[in-house]
T-cell receptor, first 114, second 110 residues
Framework: KAGVTQTPRYLIKTRGQQVTLSCSPISGHRSVSWYQQTPGQGLQFLFEYFSETQRNKGNFPGRFSGRQFSNSRSEMNVSTLELGDSALYLC?????????????FGAGTRLSVL | AQSVTQPDIHITVSEGASLELRCNYSYGATPYLFWYVQSPGQGLQLLLKYFSGDTLVQGIKGFEAEFKRSQSSFNLRKPSVHWSDAAEYFCAVGAENLFFGTGTRLTVIP
């Protein structure tokens, strides 16, 4: 079956713009988590969604938001982009929340902010 | 506060040699423990996990890891490295969501 699909794979934006990234989980998976990966800060947890509700949120400013649809697909949005938002954004899906349920990662969306 | 330390930023080994990647963590209680691998331009692939029970866990691609509670460590090992193992390796811990180490880049010399 298909893995976690993230679109687009690459994105270039300028400071001040906003961006929306999409994540389609593995079929049957209902939990989606987002992570930011940068050379300086490494991999950091952004938020987790389950049943269209945010369950957990990492330590990121309110410019970072997300949502989940009834088909479990998820989007994350970053408003008023800053140079420091340049990163690889990874999405992971699991059957249900809880780390005892393995998270499967997508290939990521690489965002460059100019 | 939670933290994960991977003290080796970059390790170079010869093909066929053994490998050990170190991971130490700080967490309120014994968390779930994971090792992931990331190849260039790719997402993360789970190598193995520890939840409870036997402290030596086997994973994919011939990797194993040993949980040592007294040392708060979860080191990854492989007896004989293959050139295809060259990648970045991340240790992660957590109970609700994952906290990652900064990664160890593995280079394999033919």
């Amino acid at each position: 079956k298909a893995g976690v699909t993230q679109t687009p794979r690459y994105l270039i934006k300028t400071r001040g713009q906003q961006v929306t990234l999409s994540c389609s989980p593995i079929s049957g998976h209902r939990s989606v988590s987002w992570y930011q990966q940068t050379p300086g800060q490494g991999l950091q947890f952004l938020f987790e969604y389950f049943s269209e509700t945010q369950r957990n949120k990492g330590n990121f400013p309110g410019r970072f938001s997300g949502r989940q649809f009834s088909n479990s697909r998820s989007e994350m949005n970053v408003s008023t982009l800053e140079l420091g938002d340049s990163a690889l954004y990874l999405c992971a899906s699991s059957l249900v929340p809880g780390l005892e349920n393995i998270q499967y990662f997508g290939a990521g969306t690489r965002l460059s902010v100019l | 506060a939670q933290s994960v330390t991977q003290p080796d930023i970059h390790i170079t080994v010869s093909e066929g040699a053994s490998l050990e990647l170190r991971c130490n963590y700080s967490y309120g209680a014994t968390p779930y423990l994971f090792w992931y691998v990331q190849s260039p331009g790719q997402g993360l692939q789970l190598l193995l996990k520890y939840f409870s029970g036997d402290t030596l866990v086997q994973g994919i691609k011939g990797f194993e890891a040993e949980f040592k509670r007294s040392q708060s460590s979860f080191n990854l090992r492989k007896p004989s490295v293959h050139w295809s193992d060259a990648a970045e390796y991340f240790c992660a811990v957590g109970a609700e969501n994952l906290f990652f180490g900064t990664g160890t880049r593995l280079t394999v010399i033919p």
